[in-house]
T-cell receptor, first 116, second 112 residues
Framework: GAVVSQHPSRVICKSGTSVKIECRSL??????MFWYRQFPKQSLMLMATSNEGSKATYEQGVEKDKFLINHASLTLSTLTVTSAHPEDSSFYIC????????????FGPGTRLTVT | GENVEQHPSTLSVQEGDSAVIKCTYSDSASNYFPWYKQELGKRPQLIIDIRSNVGEKKDQRIAVTLNKTAKHFSLHITETQPEDSAVYFC???????????FGKGTRLSVIA
């Protein structure tokens, strides 16, 4: 149980285009989902906290108009990188916190974004 | 907000030896402390966690200790094997909607 999927696993896009990444909790409901970014050989940096049915809370330094987050249901959150630039190339990982367990977070497999 | 410090950043041990990774946290309200193992290009995998109402937890070769007074917690891996080689992250959070705050990670190399 407690499986989180992400799609796509890898994406290459051209500078200036937008990319949408989906995060789904497959066998549980998640009132809260988190989006992290991880650069090579670095730790996971929280970008935003997404609560179902409400606006996401962004961490300091993360542009909310550039990284659009939608948490439309208890099993799906999306991250859209708008007007992508090469410096946005990174490993994006989502995690979901089950409704019934407020401690653990379950991570998706990540999405490798490359902006050319 | 919460700040988690992790040491060392790299650790090399001989196969069969023990490995210890230490973390400190700043927010006394934090009450959940998981440890994750991450292999290159993959998701972090939870290997063990501890809540603030206990001081130690063990699962086979892996153990975690927590000192709430000093605000630090440690991961202990005994009888290390080459497949233990990976990056390990500690984290801390407060139960509820608050996110995990991660340490910077420790790259563990187990030399056969």
């Amino acid at each position: 149980g407690a499986v989180v999927s992400q799609h796509p696993s890898r994406v290459i896009c051209k500078s200036g285009t937008s990319v949408k990444i989906e995060c789904r909790s497959l066998d549980f409901q998640a009132t809260t989902m988190f989006w992290y970014r991880q650069f090579p050989k670095q730790s996971l940096m929280l970008m935003a906290t997404s609560n179902e049915g409400s606006k996401a809370t962004y961490e300091q330094g993360v542009e909310k108009d550039k990284f659009l987050i939608n948490h439309a249901s208890l099993t799906l959150s999306t991250l859209t990188v708008t007007s992508a630039h090469p410096e946005d190339s990174s490993f994006y990982i989502c995690s979901a916190r089950p409704r019934t367990n407020s401690y653990e977070q379950y991570f998706g497999p990540g999405t490798r974004l490359t902006v050319t | 907000g919460e700040n988690v410090e992790q040491h060392p950043s790299t650790l090399s041990v001989q196969e069969g030896d023990s490995a210890v990774i230490k973390c400190t946290y700043s927010d006394s309200a934090s009450n959940y402390f998981p440890w994750y193992k991450q292999e290159l290009g993959k998701r972090p995998q939870l290997i063990i966690d501890i809540r603030s109402n206990v001081g130690e937890k063990k699962d086979q070769r892996i153990a975690v200790t927590l000192n709430k007074t000093a605000k630090h917690f440690s991961l202990h891996i005994t009888e290390t094997q080459p497949e233990d080689s990976a990056v390990y992250f500690c984290a801390a959070s407060i139960r509820g909607n608050t996110p995990l705050v991660f340490g910077k990670g420790t790259r563990l190399s187990v030399i056969a």
